[in-house]
């Protein structure tokens, strides 16, 4: 069975410093996508980054960044010069390409000022 | 395009009553997805559709639950004799697959939130 696992139920970070999201999974497929979703206080859930499997190469988005280790399959991402507004849930979540996406329990994140 | 949208956003319902979900995917997606998310949890699958055909459906998804996309277009999820369990935001979401480079990525409405009293 895929499971994806998100060790820290919360983290806080303060404003302007980096924080470090983990993740890890666990598969038999040799390809898929992963990726970081944000769900900020009741609102929409929208994704910040994904990574293909094939790819060696760590994918940034501006002040997001991942770290990928696919022998180790872990998967985290990094927020770096933290804001208040990347306050939200923050989930790691899986595909095989074609099917459904599955999704960590979730961190939830608090930027303070 | 106009995103994904769901209605209603929120749905408050008496024990043992049916409600119904509707969901519009973005325009052109041929895969639609149905999610339900409780308090401080990670969305747990459901269903997903290609086209009209639904393809997976969850051993969450009891005999209460129903979902139709039909035409390939809008969907709807319907819960049958409503318990009290069955309170959570039912997400819906979008993709496409028309190039490699989709990756698969999903879109997310804004979700529908259903309690039942």
């Known amino acids: 069975a895929q499971t994806v696992t998100q060790s820290q139920p919360e983290m806080s970070v303060q404003e302007a410093e980096t924080v470090t999201l983990s993740c890890t999974y666990d598969t038999s497929e040799n390809n898929y996508y992963l990726f970081w979703y944000k769900q900020p206080p009741s609102r929409q859930m929208i994704l910040v980054i994904r990574q293909e499997a094939y790819k060696q190469q760590n994918a940034t988005e501006n002040r997001f960044s991942v770290n990928f280790q696919k022998a180790a399959k872990s998967f985290s991402l990094k927020i770096s010069d933290s804001q208040l507004g990347d306050t939200a849930m923050y989930f790691c979540a899986f595909s095989t390409g074609g099917f459904k996406t599955i999704f960590g329990a979730g961190t939830r994140l608090f930027v303070k000022a | 395009d106009t995103g994904v949208s769901q209605d209603p956003r929120h749905k408050i319902t008496k024990r043992g009553q049916n409600v119904t979900f509707r969901c519009d995917p973005i325009s052109e997606h041929n895969r639609l997805y149905w999610y339900r998310q409780t308090l401080g949890q990670g969305p747990e699958f459901l269903t997903y559709f290609q086209n009209e055909a639904q393809l997976e459906k969850s051993r969450l998804l009891s005999d209460r639950f129903s979902a139709e996309r039909p035409k390939g277009s809008f969907s709807t999820l319907e819960i049958q004799r409503t318990e009290q369990g069955d309170s959570a935001m039912y997400l819906c979401?979008?993709?496409?697959?028309?190039?490699?480079?989709?990756?698969?990525?999903?879109?997310f409405g804004e979700g529908s939130w259903l309690t039942v009293v």
């Open positions: 979401a979008s993709s496409h697959t028309r190039t490699v480079d989709s990756g698969n990525t999903i879109y």
